[in-house]
C-alpha cells in the first residue's frame, strides 16, 4: 500500500448527492406501457424522454432539440453508425464531470485509447479478480445475512459489494471510501446542482492525479498502477485520460453492477421456480445474468449527437440534435423477444440484449460487470439455498425511468 493523498469534501456539505440522484432517475414505477405505446407509433419521436415521464431534464442538454428513439433495429442502427451519431452529447454533459473520457470520444482518438483500455480489461485478466477481489467481498456482506436467516439483498448486499470491489481494485484506504463514492455521485448530479458536479469532478481530479503520480513512484498490483503504466507499442494513456477513468469507474462500473445485481436477485426470486433452477444446474447462471441485463439493463438510456442532417426510420432529424437512445425499449422490442416484459431464464435469445451497447462504444468494463454478478448469484445459490421472499416484508419494487433498481429485496434463509 502506498500513501493516499487526502480526500477533501464538497465545499456544500449539506449537499445530498444520493437523494439528488433518486430524483434524477425518477420515483416511476413501470416506464414499459408508455414505451410500448410509444414504440406502436414509430421508432423516432420529437420529444425529449425525460418529460414523458414529467422527470427532471438535464440542464446541461435541453437548449438542443431532442428525439427519443425506440424499438431494437433503430437504436441498433444508432449505435453502430458513429460518424452520424456522435458521442459529443455525452461530451456536454459527461464531459464536464468526467473530462477526457473514452465515453465522449470519436473516431481516431477514441480508438487509440479503447485499445490501451481493453487491454487491462481483457478476460483472462479480469477472471484473476474474480477469487481474489469479488470473493471475499461477497462473503463478508452475506455472512451476517445468513447468521440471521434473514436479511434486505439490497441494503445490505448489492447496493456495496461492486463499490468495494472497484475500492480493493484501487486499494484504496477504507477511510476514503465513502467520501470517494459520496463524490462519484455528486459528479453527475447536473439535474440537482452543475456547480456541486463541477466542485466534486474537482476535488476527485486532484485527488486521483496525486494517486497516480504516487503508483507511479511505488507501482503495485492495484489498477491505478496498472493504468498508470499499462501501453501497446509505446502508446500510454495520457494523466488526464487515467484521471477521466478513474472518475467515471465508480459510476460506470459500481453503479451500474449494483443495479444489474438487484434486478437479477429480483428477477430470480420473485420467480422462485427459476431461482431453483439456477441453483441446480449452474449453466443457467450465465443464462440468468443475461436475461436480467435485458429485462431491466442497469442503464435503459443513452444519449448521442447528430454531426449532420440525417434520416432514421422514415424521420428526418437535424444535425445538431440530442438522440435519446431508448435502450430499455429495445431489449422490450417484442418484435425481437416475446412476452418481452417477463424474466424468463429460459429465453431463447437473451445475450442479444443491449445492455452494454453496441458497436464501437460497447462497453469496455462488460466482462468484468458479468462476473460480479455471477459470482453474487453463486455466492446466493451456494449459501442460502433456500432463499425466498419475505412474506412479512413488502415485495421488491424495481423503480426509476432509466437507471432502474429496486430499494429493498427482503428475504428469508433460515
Known sequence: MTAIPPLQDLDDRSFNPFFADEMVIGDFDDPYPLIHNLMGKGSVHEVNY?????????????????????????VVEVLRTPEVFTQQALAKNLGISF???VSTMDGAQHARFRRIFQKAFLPQYVALWGEKLVDPVVSRLLDPIVARGHGDLIQEFTLHFPFQ?????????????????????????????VENAVDASNKLGAYIADLVVERRRKPGEDIVSVMSQVEIDGD???????????????????????????????????????FAAAREDAKLIPRAIE??????????????????????AGVEIP?????????????????????PDRYDIFRANSERHLAFAQGPHLCIGQHLGRLEMGRALKAVVARMPNARLDPAMPPPAIRGIWLRVPKHLHIRCD
Not at 486499494?171 to 459520496?182: C, G, N, R, T
Open 99 to 101: 473530462g477526457a473520457s
Open 50 to 74: 425525460p418529460t414523458l415521464f414529467a422527470c427532471g431534464t438535464d440542464p446541461t442538454l435541453t437548449p438542443f432539440p431532442h428525439y427519443t428513439v425506440t424499438g431494437y433495429d433503430a
Open 165 to 193: 470491489v472497484i475500492f480493493s481494485m484501487m486499494q484504496l484506504p477504507e477511510s476514503d471510501m465513502a467520501l470517494f463514492h459520496k463524490l462519484a455521485v455528486a459528479q453527475t448530479s447536473f439535474v440537482a446542482s
Open 319 to 339: 444535425g445538431g440534435a440530442v438522440i435519446d437512445v431508448s435502450i430499455g425499449s429495445a431489449n422490450r422490442d417484442p418484435a425481437h423477444f416475446p412476452d
Open 291 to 312: 436475461e436480467g441485463l435485458r429485462w431491466n439493463p442497469p442503464v435503459s438510456l443513452t444519449f448521442r449527437w447528430t454531426a449532420r442532417d440525417t434520416v432514421l
Open 236 to 274: 500510454r494513456l495520457p494523466d488526464e485520460v487515467i484521471i477521466s477513468f478513474f472518475r467515471q469507474l465508480l459510476n460506470a462500473g459500481g453503479d451500474t453492477t449494483y443495479r444489474g445485481t438487484s434486478v437479477l436477485l429480483t428477477g430470480l426470486l420473485t420467480n422462485p421456480e427459476q
